[in-house]
């Protein structure tokens, strides 16, 4: 097992989420977990296999990936939702973003840009 | 990311399986009411209340609740206690459970593979890269928080401190000292 030098990668890390999507996935596994969609003990043990799987030089920083990677994986596996039925959706956001003029708010369903 | 949070966002939303000013709450409450001054304030409360650390260290969920700290992750919490002979240390070896309630969520470094592994294998050279060297007849005990039990390191009445009052107690108890990386 390889530590890297420094055991604190990074002090400046008082924020709570560094990104706004990382709230809303936190968001989402609480409100999920709430309505008793799984078990705490299952949210546990999903997430530990997904940050086991990124390996001893994983240094927290993609903490909130390896979380997103688990709520979808257990959204599917609880049948919440399909993988077909999210790649779909995946698909209409970004075209939305793709014709959304800049500044305005992303909606599904927007029509392309002329 | 953004993306990807989104699609499932909205599914969820519109399955009815969420809802989202639920999740707007939720949001708020994280970015803004919890985070380690609560933990503090339990700190203070046990250095100068004698009957409050007894009840802390026998049941801590209900000391903690009775300061009006409860709720997700704080469900099972577990006060351990440092003295000048034992140094107590939490780390989640696993992932990174953490009692939200009283500290908020976790920073970066608690949840990397270098924290979690060396926590265990070599807590006291882990202690020191955060700046507090023990004195070697000061015993570590680590501590694994998992999804039933987290806990809270009490950490030591700093020495003269005699005159404070629990305000300025609770001013004085970092984070890094209830997770037990530093000493106060």
């Keep these: 097992m390889s530590a890297p030098d420094r055991l604190i990668p990074s002090r400046d890390d008082e924020r709570v989420f560094a990104e706004p999507w990382q709230a809303q996935a936190f968001a989402l ?82 029509e392309p840009l002329p | 990311m953004a993306l990807r949070v989104k699609a499932l966002e909205s599914l969820m939303v519109e399955k009815g399986l969420v809802d989202p000013a639920a999740l707007d709450a939720l949001v708020d409450h994280f970015e803004h009411k919890v985070g380690p001054r609560n933990g503090a304030r339990v700190v203070a409360r046990a250095w100068t209340d004698p009957a409050y650390k007894t009840r802390l260290l026998e049941n801590a969920t209900d000391a903690i609740a009775e300061l009006g700290y409860q709720g997700g992750q704080g469900e099972h919490m577990v006060v351990v206690e440092n003295t000048p002979a034992v140094h107590n240390l939490v780390v989640c070896t696993l992932c990174s459970c953490y009692p939200w309630p009283v500290l908020g969520l976790p920073p970066v470094w608690y949840k990397s593979a270098p924290y979690r592994s060396r926590a265990v294998i070599d807590p006291r050279g882990a202690i020191a890269e955060f700046g507090t060297e023990l004195p070697d007849e000061v015993e570590v005990r680590v501590w694994d928080s998992t999804a039933e039990v987290r806990y809270l390191v009490l950490p030591q009445r700093p020495a003269g401190t005699e005159g404070l009052d629990e305000d300025a107690l609770a001013a004085l108890v970092t984070r890094d000292g209830m997770i037990g990386t530093a000493r106060l």
């Design chain 1, 29 to 110: 596994v609480l409100e999920l977990h709430g309505r008793g969609a799984f078990t705490w003990t299952e949210w546990a043990a999903a997430l530990s296999d997904e940050i086991r799987a990124a390996g001893p030089d994983d240094d927290g920083s993609r903490y909130y990936d390896h979380l997103l990677a688990t709520i979808e994986r257990l959204a599917v596996k609880k049948r919440l939702t399909a993988e077909q039925e999210l790649a779909d959706r995946r698909a209409a956001w970004a075209q939305a973003y793709r014709n959304t003029p800049h500044g305005r708010p992303v909606e599904l369903g927007a």
